[in-house]
């Protein structure tokens, strides 16, 4: 795992769901990562972003905030946690999103503008 914050990312929340948020985004990618993956944790430009290798065709981009949605080929679901992060999120004025590129997932925090 590597930390890389170049710049601060500082919001207006309660400690104990700023740590859940940050735990449940933690938890996701060590979860569903490669072993000897990587997870990248940067901020900058008033963004905090969460990167980790893992299976390319793992997610379903439009659902993947939705609670208990299934993969097809596997016994696996999202659970709870990015629905309760984006849940955090939305009721803090915050924006929590999805990419994939250069072969990592990425849930990216930031200021809703």
């Known amino acids: 795992m590597s930390v890389r914050l170049d710049a601060p990312f500082i919001v207006s929340i309660h400690p104990i769901l700023a740590e859940i948020l940050v735990n449940n985004l933690l938890s996701n990618a060590l979860r569903h990562n490669f072993n000897h993956g990587r ?18 065709t793992a997610v379903d981009p439009l659902k993947i905030f939705k609670r208990f949605v299934k993969r097809s080929t596997s016994i696996e679901s999202n659970g709870l946690g990015l629905a309760i992060a984006d849940e ?4 803090h004025h915050l924006l929590l999103t999805y990419t994939y590129h250069n072969q990592l997932h990425c849930f990216t925090l930031s200021k809703e503008v």
């Not at 997870?39 to 390319?56: A, D, K, Q």
């Not at 955090?88 to 009721?91: A, D, G, P, Y």
């Open 39 to 56: 997870i990248i944790i940067s901020s900058e430009n008033n963004e905090i972003r969460f990167p980790n290798t893992g299976n390319p």
């Open 88 to 91: 955090i999120c939305w009721s």
